[in-house]
């Protein structure tokens, strides 16, 4: 039993030092409407940068039903800076593999997956960020993507 706790304990204590190491400056993540992603709808998310000297990743999280049509998806990403500066990225991102099989982790009939967008950046000008997501797949209304989400920390 004493082994059980020691183990138990050793875990914690890694997980507590694997969440330190990985320092998160934002994470938010929001649903998608029931009715589908409509091509005009925008995700915002809106941050704070104030060391412009740390390096930092962005990721994705991408949460979609095991029901979605595509293996892939296509987003256009607006990203405006602090002093007004705005870059538009269109990037895609694989959800399954040509097999079929969903790529990241599912749970009942949703795949879940964290994948990273741009790594080891640094952001020019302290102050506000803001990245705006619009989906690209080229239909009205994209049906079966459930909520995206987005988190920056620092780079290790």
């Excluded at 914690?12 to 409407?33: G, M, P, Y």
């Excluded at 967008?117 to 459930?146: S, V």
Aim: positive net charge.
């Amino acid at each position: 039993m004493q082994s059980v706790f020691k183990c138990l304990f050793a875990v914690i204590i890694s997980a507590v030092a694997f969440s330190c190491t990985n320092k998160r400056l934002f994470d938010e993540v929001q649903k998608i409407s029931p009715d589908g992603w409509h091509k005009t709808d925008s995700i915002s998310f809106i941050f704070q940068i104030s060391d412009t000297s740390q390096a930092y990743n962005i990721l994705l999280h991408l949460r979609n039903k095991t029901s979605y049509r595509n293996s892939n998806l296509w987003l256009f990403i607006n990203t405006t800076a602090p002093n007004g500066e705005t870059i538009t990225d269109t990037v895609e991102f694989f959800l399954a593999e040509p097999s079929g099989r969903w790529l990241g982790k599912g749970l009942g009939a949703v795949n879940s997956m964290l994948v990273p967008y741009k790594t080891n950046i640094r952001f020019p000008y302290r102050g506000i960020y803001r990245f705006d997501f619009r989906q690209a797949m080229r239909e009205d209304t994209l049906e079966g993507i459930i909520d995206i989400g987005m988190r920056v920390q620092l780079h290790k």
